[in-house]
């Protein structure tokens, strides 16, 4: 432990801290976050703690490192923790042994916590064939897809419109973007697909930034970013 306030009957605490994956059904329920990779761990990120194990405790306290502070009525409680910026967090876990004594130790978790900045990707090519093979485009993977979307981590919210070499609008989006779907190459209100061809995209994105070696919730500044791009749409027979 890092420090033992008390000499005698300290407590052992097993404490471990594990990412929560975007995958998880159970933390991110009905959610559209397998559309999205999260192997860089950026913010916002689910932790899950595991104090099993512990032992000769009757209260617990973790302190999560970015100001929130959780008291568990057991070491074996399901935790799970939402860090909201990026940066870097050491957590650590209070016990107190049984009276009379009541000796209070403290453990930090032996690797600190940390989650990225904001990386935001767009592709520029997708083949929406609907065949359930290269529908979706995703950059981060080295095969195309059949849905036009972005790699997110950490951005919360975007505003992205669609529009075909006329100015037409064929898709757009305002909201979560663990929410969006993706444009699926068909135009807006219709089910009628966008033919072949170049397509140009307004997005705005908005994230949270912190500086480095600085606490992060005290340091994180919401900001927004602009993109225009175009996208090439092509369709396999």
Not at 27 to 38: A, H, Q, V
Request: overall charge negative; proline content about 5%.
């Amino acid at each position: 432990s890092d420090s033992v306030l008390c000499p005698a009957i300290a407590s052992k605490a097993y404490f471990q801290a594990s990412y929560v994956t975007l995958s998880d059904s159970v933390e991110y329920p009905d959610k559209l976050y397998k559309y999205y990779y999260d192997d860089e761990k950026s913010a916002p990120g689910k932790f899950r703690f595991d104090l099993s194990g512990s032992e000769n405790a009757v209260w617990y306290q973790l302190k999560f490192g970015d100001g929130e502070i959780y008291e568990p009525e057991t070491d074996s409680e399901k935790i799970v923790h939402e860090y909201k910026f990026p940066g870097e967090y050491t957590a650590v876990l209070v016990t107190k042994s049984p009276a009379p004594l009541g000796c209070i130790d403290s453990f930090r978790l032996e690797n600190s916590i940390e989650l990225e900045d904001t990386l935001f990707m767009l592709p520029n090519v997708f083949t929406p064939n609907a065949d359930g093979h290269n529908d979706v485009i995703v950059l981060y993977e080295e095969n195309s897809n059949n849905v036009f979307r972005s790699y997110d981590i950490s951005v919360t919210t975007i505003e992205i419109t669609i529009f075909n070499r006329a100015g037409r609008k064929v898709h757009e989006y305002a909201g979560n973007i663990r929410d969006w779907k993706g444009w699926d190459g068909n135009i807006m209100k219709s089910n009628l697909p966008a033919p072949e061809g170049v397509y140009f995209y307004c997005l705005t994105y908005y994230y949270f930034v912190t500086k480095e070696g600085e606490n992060p919730r005290q340091s994180a500044v919401f900001k927004h970013k602009n993109l225009k791009g175009f996208i090439h749409l092509y369709r396999e027979d």
